[in-house]
């Protein structure tokens, strides 16, 4: 008979599976969406930036987005 584990989203505290680290996805070095392109061009003129390489792949898009909300003071 195997044991068991636990189920960690039945836990006091379960961890979030909607978040995850960009370096960790699938598809983390596909180049980036056209939403992210937009967004990431809008944050970056905002923050007095330049603008973005188009070839970002959407793990560095969304790491970058982080980023420049962060500066920006948004969550």
């Given amino acids: 008979m195997t044991e068991q584990l636990p189920n960690p989203k ?3 505290h379960p961890g979030s599976n909607t978040e995850k680290d960009p370096s960790d996805w699938v598809s983390g ?4 969406t056209g939403a992210q392109a937009s967004y990431l061009t809008t944050l970056s ?3 007095g930036e330049e603008r973005p390489s ?7 898009a969304s ?6 909300k962060s500066k920006l003071g948004r969550a």
Avoid: S
């Fill in 45 to 47: 003129e905002e923050a």
């Fill in 54 to 60: 188009e070839n970002l792949t959407k793990a560095d």
């Fill in 63 to 68: 790491q970058r987005i982080d980023a420049l």
């Fill in 29 to 32: 070095d596909e180049p980036m």
């Fill in 10 to 12: 039945l836990g006091e």
